[in-house]
């Protein structure tokens, strides 16, 4: 399950399909086809033909595109052998006194044959350190055109008498089987290959074949070259630690952006809550201080009697009540004011239970009459009188009532 997940991790969206074809003269030809997935449809993005060094390949394959690599040509030999044959000796099959660790071998198998192909390893090996030195990443290194064979059903109308011609190469087929390959710098005429919707050269197909096997992890038939493997782990890795790094971007870029969502959330609702609390202490301290006010008022109204059983107005109402004609009051004060407590304590205070009356009456016996009636009031504790002097001048006779009434 791992290794399906890597694969689907590193598979390649874009490859670039070269093949170096080497010249007798010691020069290359170099055919360069770009293919991508888009829309899950292969597409060709970019080719080119007759380019002649790496240097020039490089101002069209980034250091990010992976390349399938095929070379052919001067130096490369091909041979068919029965399936039999000892693989520990192939390099014998075409130099009898050759080493085999100066060259690197291509089997492909089709039964009840295969094809073997060798290159001399130096030749391989200046060809892979020149597209590193480049920063390009070769991720598959093989040889001849045998890779073309899984889309020869795509091109199957360009099949003339059981032989597929394309460039320097032929492939022969016999019922719908594949017989035999041959490789000859005389090139056939110039060909274009229909492939489902692209138009693709017999010089560039293949490079397609290449970069497709690629594209869709076909296993091909290739030269087991250190380097190459490599360099293929090498980019896989780097895909992978880009992927890693942008699924941990994201996660990041996420848990940022939760974090600033929540603290907004929570700040919003901090702030909400320091204003209700803000407002909530200025409710309580109003409260405090109008139970201040409320106890002080209270206190005020208790010590002057006024919230005693029997009312101010009461006491005046029962007592204007009573009044006779001859009388007439000039003063009616309900709980006065102590002078001599308040001076002593330096706050007002009253005498609860306290009416004083001061008024003119030109008849004594009626005033006397009209205290009778008072003291007669119920709750009134006492009443008496306290002076009664005559002014001559204005002949008028004044007087002071102290009444004593239930606290």
């Known amino acids: 399950m791992l290794d399906r997940l890597k694969q689907r991790l590193v598979s390649f969206d874009k490859v670039a399909g070269?093949?170096?074809?080497?010249?007798?003269?010691?020069?290359m030809d170099i055919r360069l086809i770009v293919l991508a997935k888009v829309k899950n449809k292969i597409q060709v993005q970019q080719a080119l033909e007759d380019l002649k060094s790496i240097d020039q390949l490089k101002a069209y394959i980034?250091?990010?595109?992976?390349i399938a690599l095929v070379i052919n040509g001067r130096g490369i030999l091909n041979k068919k052998v029965s399936e039999s044959f000892d693989r520990?000796?192939?390099?014998?099959?075409?130099l009898p006194n050759a080493k085999p660790v100066d060259f690197y071998q291509q089997v492909y198998q089709a039964q009840p044959h295969c094809w073997v192909s060798i290159v001399r390893r130096n030749t391989a090996l200046d060809i892979m350190n020149e597209f590193q030195q480049h920063e390009l990443s070769v991720?598959?290194?093989?040889?001849?055109?045998?890779?073309?064979?899984?889309?020869?059903?795509?091109?199957?109308?360009?099949v003339k008498e059981g032989k597929v011609r394309f460039s320097e190469h032929t492939l022969t087929i016999s019922n719908e089987q594949f017989i035999d390959y041959t490789f000859d710098f005389a090139r056939s005429e110039t060909k274009v290959f229909t492939i489902d919707e692209d138009k693709?050269?017999?010089?560039?197909?293949?490079?397609?074949?290449a970069a497709l096997g690629c594209l869709l992890q076909l296993t091909v038939s290739e030269f087991d070259i250190q380097e190459v493997h490599t360099s293929k782990e090498e980019f896989e890795y780097q895909k992978l630690f880009k992927l890693?790094?942008?699924g941990l971007g994201i996660f990041f870029t996420s848990i940022l952006l939760l974090?600033?969502?929540?603290?907004?959330?929570?700040?919003?609702?901090?702030?909400?809550?320091l204003l209700s609390e803000s407002q909530s202490r200025g409710l309580l301290q109003k409260m405090g201080t109008l139970e201040n006010e409320v106890k002080e008022k209270n206190s005020f109204l208790s010590e002057a009697g006024w919230l005693s059983s029997l009312k101010s107005s009461f006491y005046a109402d029962r007592i204007a009540v009573t009044i006779p004609a001859s009388v007439k009051l000039t003063e009616l004060t309900v709980n006065p004011i102590n002078d001599r407590k308040t001076k002593e304590l330096r706050k007002t205070v009253f005498e609860s239970g306290l009416v004083k009356i001061a008024g003119s009456s030109n008849r004594?016996?009626?005033?006397?009459?009209?205290?009778?009636?008072?003291?007669?009031?119920?709750?009134?504790?006492?009443?008496?009188?306290?002076?009664y002097t005559y002014d001559q001048k204005e002949r008028v006779g004044n007087f002071n009532v102290e009444i004593i009434v239930e606290d």
């Open 62 to 66: 980034t250091p990010d595109m992976p």
């Open 200 to 209: 693709v050269s017999e010089q560039l197909l293949n490079s397609y074949s």
């Open 259 to 273: 974090n600033f969502v929540l603290f907004s959330l929570f700040s919003q609702k901090n702030n909400e809550l």
């Open 18 to 27: 070269v093949e170096i074809l080497l010249l007798q003269d010691g020069s």
């Open 364 to 387: 004594p016996t009626d005033l006397n009459e009209w205290i009778d009636k008072i003291k007669a009031i119920p709750s009134v504790k006492k009443a008496r009188l306290l002076n």
């Open 139 to 158: 991720v598959s290194f093989s040889t001849g055109a045998l890779g073309v064979l899984p889309i020869l059903a795509l091109i199957a109308e360009d």
């Open 244 to 246: 890693l790094a942008i």
């Open 88 to 94: 520990s000796n192939s390099v014998q099959l075409f």
